[in-house]
C-alpha cells in the first residue's frame, strides 16, 4: 500500500504562486512515475503534470506549460508542483498520483491518489 498525502494549496491572487507537496509513505519503491491532476467543480478530472522516477522525463498540460514545473526528492519521498502566474482558470482541487509505470500521462494508469488540495486564484 502506498499513501500520499498533499499539502501547500491554499487562497492566492491572479499572479501568484504556490508550491504543493506531495508526501509518499508505505510501498514507496513500487511508485514509479508520478503525476499531478486537478479538478475543477463540474468538470473532469484532467492532467497537469508528470514525471518519471529518475526525474529525466516530465511532461506538462499545455494549459500550465511555462508557469508550472513539477519536480521530485526521492530521497524524501516527496513530489512538488510550482505554481507561478497562477490565473483563476487554476482553481481546482489538485491530485497527486502515483503509478508502478515508467512513465504515462494517463489518469486510468495511476494506482494510488492522494486526497487532494484545493487550489483557489481569485480574479
Known amino acids: 500500500q502506498v499513501n500520499l498525502v498533499e499539502s501547500g494549496g491554499g487562497l492566492v491572487e491572479t499572479g501568484g504562486s504556490l508550491r504543493l507537496s506531495c508526501a509518499a509513505s508505505?510501498?514507496?519503491?513500487?511508485?514509479?512515475?508520478m503525476g499531478w491532476f486537478r479538478q475543477a467543480p463540474g468538470k473532469e478530472r484532467e492532467f497537469v503534470a508528470a514525471i518519471s522516477r529518475n526525474t529525466i522525463i516530465t511532461h506538462y498540460a499545455d494549459s500550465v506549460k511555462g508557469r508550472f514545473t513539477i519536480s521530485r526528492d526521492n530521497a524524501k519521498d516527496t513530489m512538488y508542483l510550482q505554481m507561478n502566474s497562477l490565473k483563476p482558470e487554476d482553481t481546482a482541487v489538485y491530485y497527486c498520483?502515483?503509478?508502478?509505470?515508467?512513465?504515462?500521462?494517463?489518469?486510468?494508469?495511476?494506482?494510488?491518489w492522494g486526497q487532494g488540495t484545493q487550489v483557489t486564484v481569485s480574479s
Open positions: 508505505g510501498r514507496t519503491f513500487s511508485v514509479y512515475a
Open positions: 498520483a502515483g503509478t508502478s509505470k515508467t512513465f504515462t500521462i494517463v489518469r486510468g494508469e495511476y494506482n494510488y
